[in-house]
């Protein structure tokens, strides 16, 4: 099996900046890409910044978010900056994700963490 575990999130003042971090565990045999959702009061979820071949950002947060992985540790970070209140939400890591059980191996499936949430407040 495979599981996602988030950490990082928290109560951050408007223009401070935070870390959110997600490691992959279980006997992965390949990532096929890691990315960051979240999801407001209300609101639908949404795509904030997406790591695969190339990296994509939600126009809301280009230029103060930055997705990174660290392959070796099957990780991926969001590195929030200039964070604004209306970042507030409850934050996903969503993955695609192969791996063996036993003599079987299968498929990548997606894959979600247990969110963690950001809160920009003063």
């Known amino acids: 099996q495979v599981q996602l575990v988030e950490s990082g999130g928290g109560l951050v003042q408007p223009g401070g900046s935070l870390r959110l971090s997600c490691a992959a565990s279980g006997s992965i045999t390949g990532i096929y890409a890691m990315d960051w959702y979240r999801q407001a009061p209300g609101k639908q979820r949404e795509l904030v910044a997406a790591?695969?071949?190339?990296?994509n950002y939600a126009d809301s947060v280009k230029g103060r978010f930055t997705i990174s992985r660290d392959n070796a540790k099957n990780t991926v970070y969001l590195q929030m900056n200039s964070l604004k209140p209306e970042d507030t939400a409850v934050y996903y890591c969503?993955?695609?994700?192969?791996?063996?059980?036993?003599?079987?191996?299968?498929?990548?499936?997606?894959?979600w963490g247990q969110g963690t949430q950001v809160t920009v407040s003063s």
């Open positions: 969503h993955a695609e994700i192969s791996y063996c059980s036993g003599y079987v191996c299968y498929d990548p499936r997606e894959y």
């Open positions: 790591s695969g071949r190339s990296t």
